[in-house]
């Protein structure tokens, strides 16, 4: 795999890659994000996955707990790697990670199903999302399936601040334009605010570039609150996250 043009990306994950690993604690990630992309994935057994943006692993390991066969991580951060390659260490599950970019992916190998998670939203330009899209496309086996989650390009800038109680935050520019940075500020449980470089393309890009990359039916999907989020506070809590998302699910089909 080549440097590529995501290199500041690197740099900023290597920085915050333990706070990224912490924030998993923050009640909207751990009650609507990680399980609404686990429902989004559904039954894993017996298949090849590769997680590409993987993180510190989390979402691979547990995808390789409840059965895929095979797993591969990829991340840009050499520290986010670092993080996985710990976990696997500690508790071996035989999951496999690479340091590389995903936009120059060259692997030999094809997976039933691939996942990025926060992968997209990293795209400034739409030949850098046709680049993301083309590899997630080239590494999936045919009738394969691509599963994510992204910052979700359809809300109005007005509703960057919406989900303020929940410790979440986005800004930009005050004409947000196609390839302008949009700001993701998190809450930590510990107080401190960790900051997220996100770039705005719009769902109509999105969907040109997943087609123009060969895949079909790119679509956005509903994220929920499990029954443990919905248990641990009072009824309501969360329609406000609902009513203007910023986080949606995302999927393909090869
Ligand atoms: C917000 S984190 C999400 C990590 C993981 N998917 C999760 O949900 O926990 C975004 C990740 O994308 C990775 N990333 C961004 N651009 C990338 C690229 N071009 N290739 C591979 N990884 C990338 C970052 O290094 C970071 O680990």
């Given at each position: 795999m080549k440097s590529?043009?995501?290199?500041?990306?690197?740099?900023?994950?290597?920085?915050?890659?333990?706070?990224?690993?912490?924030?998993?604690?923050?009640?909207?990630?751990?009650?609507i994000l990680t399980p609404s992309l686990l429902k989004l994935i559904g039954p894993v057994d017996g298949k090849t996955v590769l997680d590409l943006a993987c993180g510190e692993g989390a979402d691979l390991r547990h995808l390789k707990k409840l059965g895929a066969a095979d797993v591969l991580g990829v991340d840009i951060s050499h520290e986010m790697i670092h993080l996985a390659r710990n976990a696997e260490k500690e508790e071996p599950l035989g999951c496999?990670?690479?340091?590389?970019?995903?936009?120059?992916?060259?692997?030999?190998?094809?997976?039933?199903?691939?996942?990025?998670?926060?992968?997209?939203?990293?795209?400034?330009?739409?030949?850098?999302?046709?680049?993301l899209f083309s590899a997630i496309a080239g590494?999936?086996?045919p009738g394969g399936r691509f599963v994510g989650l992204n910052v979700n390009m359809a809300i109005e800038t007005a509703?960057?601040?919406?989900?303020?109680?929940?410790?979440?935050?986005?800004?930009?520019?005050?004409d947000r334009k196609e390839g302008d940075m949009i700001v993701v500020h998190h809450?930590?449980?510990?107080?401190?605010?960790?900051?997220?470089?996100?770039?705005?393309?719009?769902?109509e890009t999105y969907a040109a570039a997943a087609a123009e990359a060969g895949l079909k039916n790119f679509r956005w999907l509903a994220l929920s609150v499990s029954q443990a989020g919905l248990d641990a506070y009072p009824p309501g809590f969360w329609d406000e996250f609902f009513e203007t998302?910023?986080?949606?699910?995302?999927?393909?089909?090869?």
């Open positions: 590529s043009d995501f290199s500041d990306t690197e740099h900023h994950y290597d920085e915050i890659a333990q706070q990224w690993a912490d924030a998993k604690s923050i009640p909207y990630i751990e009650y496999r990670y690479l340091v590389g970019d995903a936009a120059q992916l060259q692997l030999d190998e094809q997976f039933d199903l691939v996942i990025g998670a926060f992968l997209l939203n990293h795209a400034s330009s739409k030949e850098q999302l046709l680049s590494a999936l086996t509703h960057y601040d919406d989900l303020r109680k929940y410790g979440r935050w986005m800004t930009t520019t005050p809450r930590n449980p510990d107080g401190s605010e960790m900051i997220i470089e996100n770039f705005y393309l719009s769902p998302p910023q986080v949606m699910g995302i999927a393909a089909d090869l």
